[in-house]
Each structure stands twice: as structure tokens, then as C-alpha cells.
């Protein structure tokens, strides 16, 4: 039940770090990067049955 919560956040904050809005532009793919990287190792700890 807590990883399918903090998925659901992770994803969430993924999808609030893109960068659309123009004071954003310049920011590159760093936050979106960083917190996709994060979900992918939660998904894979999730389904290895570690978290």
C-alpha cells in the first residue's frame, strides 16, 4: 500500500517538474530527470518485492 502511494506522487511530482511553463524553460530536464530517475528505482524496487 505505501508503494503504490509513493508512485502515485512520484508521478505526480514528474509530471509538475516539466518544464512548460516560460520561467521554467530554462531549467532543461534536470528536475524531471532526477525525479524520473527516482520512480524508475521505486518501480523496480516495488516489483522485486523490496520496498
Known amino acids: ?7 502515485i506522487i512520484l508521478i505526480l ?6 518544464p512548460t511553463w516560460p520561467y521554467s524553460a530554462g531549467w532543461g530536464y ?10 524508475i528505482i521505486i518501480l523496480i524496487l516495488a516489483l522485486l518485492g523490496r520496498l
Open 13 to 18: 511530482l514528474l509530471i509538475g517538474a516539466l
Open 30 to 39: 534536470g528536475p524531471g530527470g532526477i525525479l524520473g530517475l527516482i520512480l
Open 1 to 7: 500500500m505505501l508503494s503504490t502511494i509513493l508512485i
